[in-house]
């Protein structure tokens, strides 16, 4: 059976610090990849999404990077992290069924 | 992406069926209807998808209208366990086709 895998849930970073969020899927071949983002009461946004190793797109200029260096692997990273970086992040795969799996999330909180 | 929309929030008290309704007036001919919710917190989770015909499975049944400009999400016995947002999508299974979050409806089931 097919799993996602996304830790840490929770982190408290410093403004200013390195970000690296990780996501692993299982049981699966050449899943599309996203990072979405999720603030308090708010809606779900995409951040990126890939269709395959090295392929990245960006939905949405900001502080963040995606890369893809594995099949199942999905890393979102960040040099310096804002106070405005402070959100519930949610990794997602999907096949061609158009069925999407979330992670669990990581809620980030930049102080 | 086709652009749905639902009304923001819903009460159903429990025990009772809950219909969602969505619009969808400018899908394309190849979109389908996704309905997902997300349970506080949680990552949201996928629920039943289709095309053009009724479908059911153990969460819920979605009828589409035959000009498939709207659908109807029915929970058939509302329990205080989907209280939750639930999101519409219309996309293609396209693989390059991004997954977009509106702002969904949030379902209140009343004890």
């Known amino acids: 059976s097919q799993t996602i895998h996304q830790w840490p849930a929770t982190l408290v970073q410093p403004v200013g610090s390195p970000l690296s969020l990780e996501c692993t899927v299982e049981g699966t071949s050449n899943p599309n990849l996203y990072w979405y983002r999720q603030a308090a009461g708010r809606g779900l946004q995409l951040l990126f999404y890939s269709v395959g190793i090295g392929q990245i797109s960006s939905e949405v200029p900001q502080n963040l990077s995606a890369s893809r260096p594995q099949d199942r692997q999905f890393i979102l990273s960040s040099k310096k992290l804002l106070l405005s970086d402070s959100s519930f992040y949610l990794c997602a795969w999907s096949q061609t069924t158009g069925k999407t799996t979330f992670g669990s999330g990581t809620r980030l909180t930049v102080v | 992406d086709a652009k749905t929309t639902q009304p923001p929030s819903m009460d159903c008290a429990e025990g009772r069926a809950a219909n969602l309704p969505c619009n969808h007036s400018t899908i394309s001919g190849n979109e389908y209807v996704y309905w997902y919710r997300q349970i506080h917190s949680q990552g949201p989770q996928y629920i039943i998808h289709?095309?053009?015909n009724n479908e059911t499975n153990e969460m819920a049944s979605l009828i589409i209208t035959e000009d498939r400009k709207s659908s109807t999400l029915i929970l058939p016995h509302a329990t205080l366990r989907d209280t939750a947002v639930y999101y519409c999508?219309?996309?293609?299974?396209?693989?390059?086709?991004?997954?977009?979050f509106g702002k969904g409806t949030r379902l209140h089931i009343l004890p």
């Open positions: 289709g095309l053009k």
């Open positions: 999508i219309a996309r293609s299974m396209n693989r390059d086709d991004k997954i977009i």
